[in-house]
C-alpha cells in the first residue's frame, strides 16, 4: 500500500516503557521521522533516523529501523505522564514527508 | 523567536464564501507546507513551495489555492468552501526542503468549521 501504518492507541502504565511501532512503504526514503503532537498544539519534531542506521538513542528515546522489514519503532523509557500525546511516524518520499494516522498514548496512573 | 504563526486561529463560516488563512514565519526558510488533520486520517499535506514563486501540489490539494509572492508567508485560499473541508489545518515550514534533516516548524493550527 501508499500508507505509513501505525496503531491508534496505547496505553502504558507510568514508569513503563512505551513502544510505538510504525510500518513504512518506500525503501528509497531517506529519513524517517517521529513528531509529537500535545493536546491542542502543532507537531514537534522529536527524532528522526537516517536510513543506513538501525537504531538511535536519544535520552528517553530510542529509535529502531529495520529496513528489511520496513519497520520503524519508537521506544520512550520511564514514560512520564507528559508525554500524553499523539504521536506521528513520517518517512521522506521526494520533496514530501508522508505522515501516519498517528497513535495516541494515554498513560494510566 | 522562531517561529510560524497561522491566522486565524478559529474559523466558522457558510459554504462557499471565499475565506483565506495567513500563514507566516520569521526564519527565512525556502520551504513552506500546509496539511490538513482530519481524525483517523492523521495528517495530509494540501500544497507546498520549494522556494518564492514555486508550489505544488501535495496529496489532497483539491479546493485549495496557494501563492507564495514573499519567503515568508503561504497563504491558503479557499475560493469557495465545502463542509467536507471542515478541519484542522497546520502550515510548516523549514530551511530546506523536506527530506532534509532540518526541522521542520509547525504553526499552532487553525480549526476551521464550515457550515
Known amino acids: 500500500g501508499e500508507d505509513v501504518e501505525q496503531s491508534l492507541f496505547l496505553s502504558v502504565r507510568e514508569g513503563d516503557s512505551s513502544v510505538i511501532n510504525c510500518t513504512y512503504t518506500?525503501?528509497?526514503?531517506?529519513?524517517l521521522y517521529w513528531y509529537k503532537q500535545e493536546p491542542g498544539a502543532g507537531l514537534q519534531l522529536l527524532t528522526y533516523?537516517?536510513?543506513?542506521?538501525d537504531m538511535k538513542q536519544d535520552q528517553r528515546l530510542t529509535v529502531l529501523l529495520n529496513k528489511k522489514d520496513k519497520h520503524l519503532s519508537l521506544r520512550i523509557a520511564d514514560t512520564q505522564t507528559g508525554d500524553s500525546a499523539i504521536y506521528f511516524c513520517?518517512?521522506?518520499?521526494?520533496?514530501?514527508?508522508?505522515f501516519g494516522k498517528g497513535t495516541r498514548l494515554h498513560i494510566l496512573p | 523567536e522562531a517561529q510560524v504563526t497561522q491566522n486565524p486561529r478559529y474559523l466558522i463560516t457558510v459554504t462557499g464564501k471565499k475565506l483565506t488563512v495567513t500563514c507566516s514565519q520569521n526564519?527565512?526558510?525556502?520551504?513552506m507546507s500546509w496539511y490538513r488533520q482530519d481524525p483517523g486520517l492523521g495528517l495530509r499535506q494540501i500544497y507546498y513551495?520549494?522556494?518564492?514563486?514555486?508550489?505544488d501540489k501535495g496529496d489532497v490539494p483539491e479546493g485549495y489555492k496557494v501563492s507564495r509572492k514573499e519567503k515568508r508567508n503561504f497563504p491558503l485560499i479557499l475560493e469557495s468552501p465545502s463542509p467536507n473541508q471542515t478541519s484542522l489545518y497546520f502550515c510548516?515550514?523549514?530551511?530546506?526542503?523536506?527530506?532534509?534533516?532540518?526541522?521542520?516548524?509547525f504553526g499552532p493550527g487553525t480549526r476551521l468549521t464550515v457550515l
Open positions: 533516523i537516517f536510513s543506513n542506521m
Open positions: 513520517a518517512e521522506s518520499r521526494s520533496d514530501k514527508i508522508i
Open positions: 518506500d525503501s528509497s526514503s531517506t529519513y
Open positions: 513551495s520549494m522556494n518564492v514563486e514555486v508550489t
Open positions: 526564519m527565512n526558510h525556502e520551504y
Open positions: 510548516a515550514s523549514s530551511f530546506d526542503t523536506a527530506i532534509s534533516t532540518d526541522t521542520q516548524y
